[in-house]
């Protein structure tokens, strides 16, 4: 795994770049990110572009023996081009613009937007496709960052009716798929679909599900354009996207699918800060970030383009965006970049190099602190970059273990969550964590995977069963556990023909009759064990395998699959996960709270996310006793 760092010669004078060039080397570094927010300085205005202070940067770096990663610049569209094309800005859901003055200040649906990205973007390939020192190309930055996938433009509306006349043909092929008799809310023509925004009450989700369809479509085919005119003038690089943490607006499997390295931008503390965690998790790690929070994404975005990625983005220390931003505890930042390793990063690139006196991120910490002086990361990152040198490359000991990940059924729980607490992220998020107390290597994997190499397969939950997906499941002889909600909607979000789990009773022979949403607090209890949120009467034939103290059923299970009607809590899981295991054959650990472990082919990575030092027999006799070349971490 390479080591960098995202850096921005534009805001420093020239004379420090060539010493901050060799203090990244000599900190580790090899790898630098520049270039994705330089717009304003590579076209001061229309046509007139400058390159040499750019070709200086780059010939700076390389020098110093990095090589660059360069981003293209459209998230930052310049303020002459705002003016020049008004209407290129996203609508928000009010109807309000979004308007210059940050960043991200554009619908990706504005056909004259997409030509000016084209022009940026071919200009900058052709200048420096195939300078030497460029390895990497990184497209944008953070789709979708700052809610910025929806957008209710004029725009977006003529592409969606475009969108929407090639996917139904015609009008009353629509109304029917979406009921539109309901409420009569028939349509005439294409031309008189709007986007589902500003409507009275709610709007109709088959609308909304659609929208977002052709959202998440958007983002794909803005991209795409991105990647034809690297791929022509920048032959034999790589091309990146960084992702962002716990974000679903858009298919990330679809954009991974055309790239060659999958990045995500990793911020646990920000994360654990802004996200669903309990006050007691958000204390328990407020400087460490829940265990597995880093783990959760490296597994999803190893799963969205063929097993290349990386961390193009890691935080060194205080956020800025955060409710609250503390500091990492000693080791952290060390922590989180072997932990990229363990899972098979192939490269860790800080955020940021220096830390900014002005501007917008200016309490956001960095490798150096704003004097040049080094932040406490900086000997943190020394000593990743010698554990790195010392364990030598990894081989990733293949996972035993799927979990199926669909962004389409983020989008259904997020239009019709039916309880407020039905958030499909966190309850893919809770499985896995589940799964990683035990010990285990995950893949998190889209529902269209090769799913026949595993040992184990859970699907928290599929709303919509996708074609071919009945035949792979029914193939399958490990263990399977399908989650509440599953098969629940057609295509076109109705409830289907007999019932939920639809399709699904091919694979197990039940039907779901009722189902209720609970509020906060309230639990269902088995035996131990309880279920939270949401629960399923179920008609079945098939005899409950757990069941809730005053009779119902909860999972069932027909020879290898299982259904879980209801959201388990992590007893039940882990219940499950023990049954699961032992069928499958897989040998699991109890680890102690904050313990987590990775294996690969050569070695087996146990990082400490608790505040207190854990004795590693109580891990369980499988694990291994530290040998003389385990490479302590700094606490
Ligand atoms: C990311 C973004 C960076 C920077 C960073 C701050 O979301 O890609 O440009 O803003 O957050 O944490």
């Known amino acids: 795994m390479k080591l960098g760092c995202c850096y921005y010669p534009e805001h420093w004078p020239e004379d420090v770049w060539a010493e901050d060039a060799r203090r990244m080397a000599e900190m580790g570094l090899s790898l630098v990110r520049i270039g994705e927010f330089a717009w304003s300085r590579i076209e001061p205005e229309p046509g007139r572009y400058e390159w040499d202070w750019l070709d200086r940067a780059i010939d700076t770096l390389d020098a110093a023996g990095l090589k660059v990663i360069m981003g293209t610049p459209t ?33 990706f649906s504005h056909e004259g937007y997409r030509d000016e990205c084209t022009r940026i973007v071919t200009a900058m390939a052709r200048r420096y ?43 009353e092929a629509l109304n029917t798929a979406w009921g539109n008799v309901f409420w009569s809310m028939e349509y005439g023509s294409f031309d008189e679909v709007d986007p589902p925004n ?8 088959a609308h909304w599900l659609d929208y977002r369809r052709f959202a998440s479509d958007e983002v794909v085919s803005f991209n795409r354009e991105q990647l034809a005119i690297l791929r022509e003038h920048s032959p ?27 990045t995500w931008d990793s911020y646990p503390l920000g994360f654990l800060e802004q996200f669903w965690f309990s006050d007691t998790e958000k204390r328990a790690y407020l400087r460490q970030g829940h265990p597995d929070i880093a783990a959760f994404h490296h597994d999803l975005y190893r799963g969205c383009s063929n097993g290349r990625w990386g961390v193009m983005e890691q935080q ?13 505890l000693p080791g952290m930042v060390e922590l989180w970049t072997l932990e990229a390793m363990a899972h098979g990063a192939e490269l860790t690139s800080y955020f940021r190099w220096r830390q900014a006196p002005f501007a917008q991120e200016q309490m956001h910490a960095g490798l150096l602190r704003p004097d040049s002086s080094e932040a406490e990361a900086a000997a943190e990152v020394r000593a990743a970059a010698r554990a790195i ?47 990683r107390q035990c010990g285990l290597n995950i893949d998190i994997v889209s529902p269209a995977a090769d799913l026949s190499g595993y040992s184990m397969v859970l699907v928290p939950s599929l709303p919509i069963v996708p074609e071919g997906f ?7 002889s490990c263990p399977v556990l399908l989650g509440p909600r599953s098969g629940s909607k057609t295509e076109s979000f109705s409830i289907p023909e007999g019932l939920a789990p639809g399709e699904l009773k091919r694979l197990i022979p039940l ?125």
Request: contains cysteine; charged residues 25%; aromatic residues 12%.
């Open 75 to 107: 998230a930052t569209p310049p303020k002459w081009l705002v003016d020049q094309m008004p209407d290129m800005v996203a609508i928000d859901e009010n109807g309000r613009r979004r308007g210059f003055g940050s960043r991200r200040h554009y619908c």
């Open 129 to 171: 496709g195939e300078h030497p020192a460029i390895v990497m190309w990184q497209t944008d930055n953070e789709y979708g960052c700052h809610d910025t996938v929806l957008s209710y433009s004029k725009a977006a509306a003529a592409r969606f009716r475009v969108w929407l006349a090639a996917r139904y043909e015609t009008v």
């Open 198 to 205: 500003l409507t009275v009450t709610e709007a109709n989700p």
């Open 236 to 262: 034999d690089r790589d091309i990146t996207h960084n992702f962002m943490g716990f974000f679903s607006e858009f298919d990330h499997h679809e954009v991974g699918r055309d790239l060659d390295v999958a």
């Open 316 to 328: 060194p220390g205080p956020v800025n965006w955060a409710r609250f931003n503390p500091a990492p």
């Open 389 to 435: 040198r010392i364990l030598g490359p990894q081989t990733p000991d293949p996972a035993k273990v799927a979990v199926v990940f669909s962004y389409e059924a983020a989008w259904i729980f997020g239009i019709q969550p039916q309880g407020r607490s039905f958030r499909y992220l966190e309850l893919v998020f809770e499985w896995y964590s589940a799964l």
């Open 470 to 476: 009945l035949d792979k499941f029914a193939a399958l």
């Open 511 to 635: 039907t779901i009759t009722r189902v209720e949403s609970l509020r906060d607090g309230i639990h269902e209890t088995g035996d131990g064990w309880s279920i939270t949120r949401w629960r399923e009467d179920v008609q079945t034939d098939l005899e409950p395998e757990f069941v809730l103290a005053d009779g119902r059923g909860i999972v069932f299970r027909d020879d290898n699959i299982r259904y879980c009607a209801g959201w388990p809590d992590h007893a039940l899981m882990r219940r499950i996960i023990e049954k699961m295991a032992q069928e499958g054959d897989i040998g699991l650990l109890d680890l102690p709270e904050g313990l987590r472990v990775r294996r690969t082919a050569s070695h087996l990575f146990i990082f400490n996310y608790s505040t207190e030092p854990r004795v590693l027999a109580e891990a369980g006799e499988r694990v291994l006793p530290i040998t003389a070349d385990a490479i302590p971490l700094g606490r």
